[in-house]
């Protein structure tokens, strides 16, 4: 999971290092943890002085952790605090930052239960929120009705609901999110950034494959089943033909990266020699 929202070196650092230690974590919440998280951001979000102590470098990490579990502890599940508790145990660039991160990881949760249905499970998700944008950014009288800040937040669930009526539960809570609690954003930009998160993760499902020439299709069907098997997944293969790989295979999943390629070794003799 790469994605970031923040400007800050620091904080890029820090979701990076949450992201990863909370992986298994986050691929086992179910929805309720999302929507806790969401809750959690609000009240972040609406405290000023909170922000403030939950991101202060001069205070202790034990006493930032605590301040969290006094807050969420007795109304939250235990998966929701311990990912509050990891989140403010980082070291934040801004008070925005630590907010940012937590919107990230609540849609990273929601991501992962559509993961549950495999690739098409979070292409459908990506799909139904890019079309609820569209359908925002073609009519400035759906605009003008989600920035009314007079209308309660009830009326525009209800709104947002005529749009995306085939919408699954997952998308369900991400667009009442974006239409209620839009954080100083227009709709379309916290669109855009849930789908980012949601891209990110689809990246773990598409195998990216370079090769010097074009494969049969038979050897096309040999490699598939061969990554299926290494990376425990059944991926879907991307293939790009790239002359100057020389020969072999390089193959990039997500972070992870598969080189067998001439050029890929003879670089590596490079560095050993110049060493």
Request: cysteine-free.
């Amino acid at each position: 999971m790469a994605v970031q929202f923040s400007e800050s070196s620091r904080s890029r650092a820090s979701l990076h290092t949450l992201q990863s230690e909370l992986e298994a974590v986050i691929a086992a919440a179910d929805l309720t943890v999302a929507d806790e998280l969401f809750s959690a951001l609000d009240v972040l979000d609406g405290s000023a002085a909170l922000r403030r102590s939950l991101t202060d470098p001069a205070r202790e990490q034990a006493a930032r952790v605590e301040v969290i579990r006094s807050l969420f502890g007795q109304r939250a599940q235990q998966t929701t605090v311990q990912v509050l508790g990891a989140a403010v145990a980082q070291r934040w660039g801004s008070e925005r930052d630590l907010g940012d991160a937590v919107e990230t990881l609540a849609v990273t949760a929601v991501a992962a239960r559509a993961e549950s249905r495999g690739l098409q499970g979070l292409e459908e998700l990506e799909g139904t929120l890019l079309s609820f944008r569209r359908a925002i950014a073609d009519s400035h009288e759906l605009q003008r009705a989600f920035r009314d800040d007079q209308a309660p937040a009830s009326a525009k669930q209800q709104l947002a609901a005529r749009l995306s009526a085939d919408a699954s539960a997952e998308a369900r809570l991400l667009i009442d999110r974006a239409v209620t609690a839009p954080r100083g954003l227009r709709i379309t930009a916290v669109i855009e950034r849930f789908a980012a998160v949601i891209a990110a993760r689809q990246d773990r499902w598409i195998a990216q494959v370079t090769v010097a020439k074009d494969l049969s299709s038979a050897y096309l069907e040999r490699l598939s089943t061969s990554l299926d098997k290494y990376f425990g997944r059944e991926l879907k293969l991307d293939v790009k033909v790239d002359p100057s790989v020389v020969g072999g295979i390089r193959v990039q999943v997500g972070d992870e990266v598969v080189d067998s390629t001439v050029a890929s070794r003879l670089n590596e003799l490079h560095r050993t020699i110049a060493r």
